[in-house]
């Protein structure tokens, strides 16, 4: 059930892309990301509310914990971390094509590993040191590809950030999991409605402060803001495939590793609507790299079973 919940969440995910691509293109990314956490807070609040006053009985898929400080401050962190994440991502996607920014994405499962290796003493098997090198060499062909665009790799900071944007959603996924494991297993134990929920609250607030410090002093010598539809579609599928990640992250038995692999399928989506829709160059050659990136993932999915 987990591995189907997953799916599901990378089919979301794709769509997700695709209306973050839209709404961003030539957009202010702040303001952009402002909305897309006020109208994910506005979808999770009832539920925080409702549970609260009992409405929602505890049993119920949709109950959603209050908490107090002790596990608040976990959910906080991690409102930092996908904040950054974010930052990165969204800055990265509005420079760059789609079609570039997929296959990168769809890396993340080795940054996941390299964190397992590095924090968690986890070693590689043969199938998953096959899985790093094709999608390595999948990259380094991708980067080929991108310069008939004008884009290098080595000197385009967007390029970077997209990169940095990957590791920091490979700590949040690893951070996921020590979220959700029981303090049996070393974890906190904490519900996973209640990170998805939170965690956006505070990531409003926060891109709030960011809105007035930093963007609206400058606003007027920067890109401007314009209202998009696609704004609210961000929030919608985001939400979905979180709350398909979460609830299989926090079912019995569920690997974040095949998991994170799994989400990352999203590419797929994403690549067709930026070729369809968006009408993106050097498909041909990408279309070749991003086969690599997803057979790099079947093997680290082998390795991982």
């Given at each position: 059930?987990?591995?189907?919940?997953?799916?599901?969440?990378?089919?979301?995910?794709?769509?997700?892309?695709?209306?973050?691509?839209?709404?961003?293109?030539?957009?202010?990314?702040?303001p952009v990301l402002l909305l897309n956490t006020l109208f994910s807070s506005l979808i999770f609040i009832p539920f925080i509310v409702l549970s609260r006053q009992g409405v929602i009985p505890d049993d119920n898929?949709?109950?959603?914990?209050?908490?107090?400080?002790?596990?608040?401050?976990?959910?906080?962190?991690?409102?930092?971390?996908?904040?950054?994440?974010?930052?990165?991502?969204?800055?990265?996607?509005?420079?760059?094509?789609?079609?570039?920014?997929?296959?990168?994405?769809?890396?993340?499962?080795?940054?996941?590993?390299?964190?397992?290796?590095?924090?968690?003493?986890?070693?590689?098997?043969?199938?998953?040191?096959?899985?790093?090198?094709?999608?390595?060499?999948?990259?380094?062909?991708?980067?080929?590809?991108?310069?008939?665009?004008?884009?290098?790799?080595?000197?385009?900071?967007?390029?970077?950030?997209?990169?940095?944007?990957?590791?920091?959603?490979?700590?949040?996924?690893?951070?996921d999991k020590f979220l959700m494991a029981s303090p049996q297993n070393h974890g906190v134990g904490l519900d996973k409605l209640a990170v998805q929920s939170w965690y956006n609250i505070?990531?409003?607030?926060?891109?709030?402060?960011?809105?007035?410090?930093?963007?609206?002093?400058?606003?007027?010598?920067?890109?401007?803001?314009?209202?998009?539809?696609?704004?609210?579609?961000?929030?919608?599928?985001?939400?979905?495939?979180?709350?398909?990640?979460?609830?299989?992250?926090?079912?019995?038995?569920?690997?974040?590793?095949?998991?994170?692999?799994?989400?990352?399928?999203?590419?797929?989506?994403?690549?067709?609507?930026?070729?369809?829709?968006?009408?993106?160059?050097?498909?041909?050659?990408?279309?070749?790299?991003?086969?690599?990136?997803?057979?790099?993932?079947?093997?680290?999915?082998?390795?991982?079973?």
């Amino acid at each position: 059930m987990w591995l189907i919940l997953a799916f599901t969440s990378a089919f979301l995910l794709g769509f997700y892309d695709v209306f973050k691509k839209k709404s961003l293109k030539g957009n202010a990314v702040i303001p952009v990301l402002l909305l897309n956490t006020l109208f994910s807070s506005l979808i999770f609040i009832p539920f925080i509310v409702l549970s609260r006053q009992g409405v929602i009985p505890d049993d119920n898929l949709f109950y959603t914990h209050s908490y107090g400080w002790e596990q608040h401050k976990y959910i906080l962190l991690k409102s930092v971390i996908v904040l950054s994440s974010w930052l990165f991502a969204y800055f990265g996607l509005k420079n760059l094509p789609l079609t570039i920014v997929g296959p990168i994405n769809a890396t993340r499962p080795i940054w996941v590993l390299i964190g397992g290796i590095t924090f968690f003493g986890e070693r590689l098997n043969l199938w998953q040191w096959i899985g790093v090198t094709i999608a390595i060499v999948g990259l380094y062909m991708l980067s080929r590809s991108s310069k008939k665009e004008g884009i290098d790799f080595k000197h385009n900071r967007f390029i970077i950030f997209v990169i940095l944007a990957n590791i920091l959603g490979a700590i949040s996924g690893l951070y996921d999991k020590f979220l959700m494991a029981s303090p049996q297993n070393h974890g906190v134990g904490l519900d996973k409605l209640a990170v998805q929920s939170w965690y956006n609250i505070y990531q409003f607030f926060i891109m709030l402060a960011m809105l007035f410090l930093l963007w609206w002093p400058n606003h007027k010598h920067t890109t401007p803001f314009h209202w998009d539809w696609s704004i609210i579609l961000i929030s919608i599928f985001l939400s979905a495939a979180d709350f398909a990640y979460f609830y299989a992250l926090g079912m019995d038995g569920a690997m974040i590793s095949i998991v994170s692999m799994v989400r990352r399928g999203s590419v797929i989506v994403s690549f067709l609507f930026g070729a369809l829709i968006f009408h993106e160059k050097n498909l041909r050659s990408k279309i070749v790299d991003l086969f690599l990136v997803l057979l790099s993932m079947l093997f680290l999915f082998l390795g991982s079973r």
